[in-house]
């Protein structure tokens, strides 16, 4: 599987990075190298493997159905700079418009 | 050349506000309703070095959404990251179980267009975490031109079920039927209340058509519905659309539409689909579930709503419209049950409850949770109506005066004067005596022939009527009065 510097461009996009040209040759080509060696597991035969996800085998741990309220909502919300009253703001977006 | 046919071909997905105090991911409350952002922490606002810790509870309301819906339950399920950008999305990607779910294979029934029972095959229940709410509007509240969205994030993290059907649902009717029975069952579960007016179910439609020739249009994702009426006029509208698309030789594109009510349209969705990209949560190992957990929760799954209205039905006689109408608030079917087990026969009692304890709820707004009557007192009311202690008149006056003031049935019955088993024999004779007495010149009219045409006697029988409240038989106090004037 190769990448075009058009894919890993969108790619950087979606990551909200703006690539100049010789930053987006070097990576496509560091991806593309990437993507080669992960090619080579093709020569495995891994029907019957699980996809492997955590090193250890842990159960997820899981907490009661309790409300403890956070301290501090205040403090959260200063976090940003474009607040009104207790609302967020962010540019309009309206959906299905 | 043979008319062309279409089928649709209609795959529904549906999200549920599963019942928790706190959210899926972190102890903030789950109420929506609270001031904006004050139900909000670090975990459900994405902040840097934070770590998800799952609820136990919502995992067991899970398990019982996927029962409800006749899945089964997989022993071991992970959480992933499905990254987009959106505001309303503070981490940048949200946690769904999407390709390894906590229960699969289920169905619901269904009637199909002759009537008859169908399945739509359940694919999945998948748990994952809403986002947060958007609010649009200028600083002096338009709408239009407004150049700001404001995000509330108290919505950010609380559960949600995300239901997948198989494209089995062939018509906007069938379509309502999957949900509202979907609904029905859920509620019975107890997983969730799913109050439609909160917001506590939203549903997208997946619309492809079949034509007879072998054509296959495109599958369509219509989102935007809140409604069940909604539902059911957007897939109609998608129908109607894609089938003239395909009449006229054109080809149906493949996109999302959103669901205008007002307008009664669907139009193609100008916003730009995200790439969606997927990867295992890594801070969330597997969550394993034993057999013995399932066991229990499963211990828990009450009758279904279906499965008692044909209990009604088949053991008790009660009328299918009738049943269907108990059995779809879990409430009321316990109320109703409790009258059958104070000693009322079913029938009546599901009609006494049918119309009368609902017509009360109706008028006052109220749920049977409200309603100050005890089932042993309605059975005892029904029950003396069965007996004929109480006409059904009397019945209706008595219930309705225990309704409006809280009475005992006791108190009812001698606050409206009635004497149970009515009035005949030596007081009924009394009471057309003195009404007789009372009334000496018609009574010489009648003993004197002028009343050919029986009309003063009729008055006469009348006045007596009154005078028992209605508690005598006619028959009875007709006889009595005719043999009296002799």
Redesign the interface.
């Known amino acids: 599987m190769k990448l075009t510097s058009e894919q890993v461009n ?2 950087a996009l ?1 990551s ?1 990075l703006l690539l100049t040209e010789q930053e987006l040759a070097g990576a496509t080509r560091y991806i593309n190298n990437f993507l080669d060696m992960l090619d080579r597991f093709k020569e495995l035969d891994l029907k019957d493997v699980e996809p492997f ?2 090193a ?1 085998a ?13 301290a501090d ?1 205040e403090a ?2 200063h ?1 940003s700079a474009h607040v ?14 | 050349m043979p008319e062309l046919t279409f089928t649709p071909v209609i795959g529904i997905e549906i999200h549920i506000r599963l019942k ?3 959210k899926l991911f972190c ?3 789950t109420n929506t309703d609270a ?8 975990v459900c ?1 994405g ?1 840097p070095g934070t770590l998800p ?7 067991e309301q899970g398990m019982l959404a996927g029962f409800a819906l006749n899945c089964g339950i997989r022993p071991k399920s ?2 992933f990251r499905k990254s987009y ?3 309303d999305l503070p981490k940048g990607h949200q946690i769904s179980q999407c390709d390894l779910p906590i229960t699969t294979s289920g169905y619901i029934e269904v009637h199909d267009a002759e009537g008859k029972l169908k399945k739509i095959r359940v694919h999945h229940l998948h748990l994952e975490e809403d986002v947060g709410s ?3 509007s200028a ?1 002096d509240g338009r709408l239009e031109g ?8 108290n919505r950010s993290g609380t559960p949600l079920a995300e239901i997948v059907s198989e494209p089995d649902v062939a018509s906007a009717a069938e379509a309502v039927e999957y949900v509202m029975t979907l609904r029905r069952r859920v509620i019975y579960s107890g997983a969730s209340d799913v109050e439609l007016e909160k917001g506590m179910m939203r549903f997208d439609a997946n619309v492809s058509m079949k034509c007879s020739d072998g054509r296959w249009g495109h599958k369509v994702e219509v ?2 519905m809140n409604s069940f009426k909604a539902l059911e006029r957007a897939i109609e509208y998608e129908i109607k659309r894609q089938k003239k698309i395909m009449l006229q030789g054109g080809e149906v594109m493949q996109e999302t539409r ?1 669901w ?1 009510d007002a307008k009664g349209v669907t ?1 193609a ?3 730009k689909e995200f ?1 969606r ?1 997927f990867i ?1 949560e ?1 801070d ?5 579930i034993s057999q013995e957990w399932i066991d229990r929760v499963a211990a828990r799954m009450p009758e279904m709503p279906d499965v008692r209205a044909n209990r009604y039905v088949n053991e008790w006689g009660v009328p299918q419209e009738v049943a269907d109408v108990l059995t779809d608030d879990k409430n009321l079917a316990d109320y109703f049950e409790a009258c059958v087990k104070a000693g009322a026969n079913p029938v009546r009692a599901a009609h006494w409850v049918r119309t009368e304890v609902l017509r009360v709820l109706n008028e006052r707004g109220q749920k049977i949770q409200d309603f100050a009557m005890r089932p042993e007192v309605l059975a005892e009311v029904v029950k003396r109506v069965d007996d004929g202690k109480l006409s059904t008149t009397q019945g209706k006056e008595v219930f309705d005066h225990m309704a409006a003031n809280n009475s005992s049935l006791d108190e009812a019955i001698s606050a409206l004067g009635i004497t149970e088993g009515g009035v005949a024999g030596s007081a009924l004779n009394e009471i057309i005596a003195r009404v007789i007495s009372e009334n000496p010149d018609v009574l010489e009219e009648i003993r004197s022939g002028k009343d050919k045409k029986g009309k003063k006697l009729k008055f006469l029988q009348g006045l007596v009527m009154k005078e028992t409240k209605g508690q005598a038989k006619p028959q009875e106090v007709a006889e009595a009065v005719a043999e009296a004037v002799k």
């Open positions: 969108d790619i979606e909200r996800s955590f250890e842990i159960a997820c741990p899981l907490r009661d159905d309790k409300v403890i309220a956070f909502t959260i919300l976090e009104d009253g207790s609302y967020f703001k962010v540019p309009r977006i309206m959906e299905g418009e | 928790s105090d706190s102890s903030c409350s001031a904006p952002n004050t139900n909000i922490c670090p606002m902040l810790h799952l609820n136990h509870r919502v995992v992970l959480f950008f959106y505001p958007l609010h649009h600083s407004a150049d700001t969205s404001y995000v509330d994030y989102k935007n959103h205008n139009s969705s100008r916003v790439y990209k295992v890594p969330l190992p597997p969550l394993f």
